[in-house]
């Protein structure tokens, strides 16, 4: 029996976003005997990256603003009377 990725529901952005689900949805049945390997490119691999902002925008469920040069900002904090707020931005390209 073959196990993929996507019959974790909601963990499946998690298990790609630290490399233990490969982009295909299979498991990375080389994650347990590296997982330093895999974590440390949760930003520079493609897929990951896609994994972890998607796992963000639905958990954090703030209102995501795209600039006029394309970067998205996703509201991470925002003080009680939203005189201050920490932004999380990305660009796709």
Do not use: C, H
């Amino acid at each position: 029996m073959s196990l993929n990725v996507d019959s974790f529901g909601d963990l499946a952005d998690v298990l790609y976003a630290i490399g233990l689900a490969n982009p295909d949805g299979s498991l990375n049945r080389d994650w347990l005997s590296a997982p330093g390997d895999y974590l440390k490119t949760v930003l520079a691999s493609e897929s990951q990256r896609v994994a972890l902002l998607r796992l963000l925008e639905e958990k954090l469920e703030g209102d995501k603003e795209t600039d006029s040069e394309g970067r998205e900002w996703l509201p991470v904090v925002t003080a009680d009377n939203e005189v201050a707020a920490f932004f999380l931005s990305s660009i796709r390209r």
